[in-house]
């Protein structure tokens, strides 16, 4: 398995902009698909964004969110803009061998960041 370490998070305004980042040691990401989920209280875990050979964004994320990966630093960044108050959760990154938004087939999975976006 990869181990996966994120940051970035932290208190933004609404309509602000953070980066979150996820790096990996023990294995090369470039050879998986990378994907960022995330959980608000109370609610379950849902699929933010993906990539592969390419991209691919869950409906929350689409027009504002961009995943990016740098095979060099062997990390995978997640770029938000526009935040809103209902982006608030507790954000992951995971590692799969399939192209896939479902969590079940990611088998490594980082700590998590918060993001607390204020009205």
């Known amino acids: 398995q990869v181990q996966l370490v994120e940051s970035g998070g932290g208190l933004v305004q609404a309509g602000g902009s953070l980066r979150l980042s996820c790096a990996a040691s023990g294995r090369t990401l470039s050879r998986n698909v990378v994907g960022w989920f995330r959980q608000a209280p109370g609610r379950e875990r849902e699929f933010v964004a993906g990539?592969?050979?390419?991209?691919y964004y869950g409906d929350s994320a689409k027009g504002r969110f961009t995943i990016s990966r740098d095979n060099a630093k062997n990390t995978v960044y997640l770029q938000m803009n526009s935040l809103k108050p209902e982006d608030t959760a507790v954000y992951y990154c995971?590692?799969?061998?399939?192209?896939?938004?479902?969590?079940?087939?990611?088998?490594?999975w980082g700590q998590g960041t918060q993001v607390t976006v204020s009205s």
């Open positions: 990539i592969s050979w390419r991209t």
């Open positions: 995971a590692a799969a061998l399939i192209e896939t938004v479902n969590q079940e087939d990611f088998d490594s």
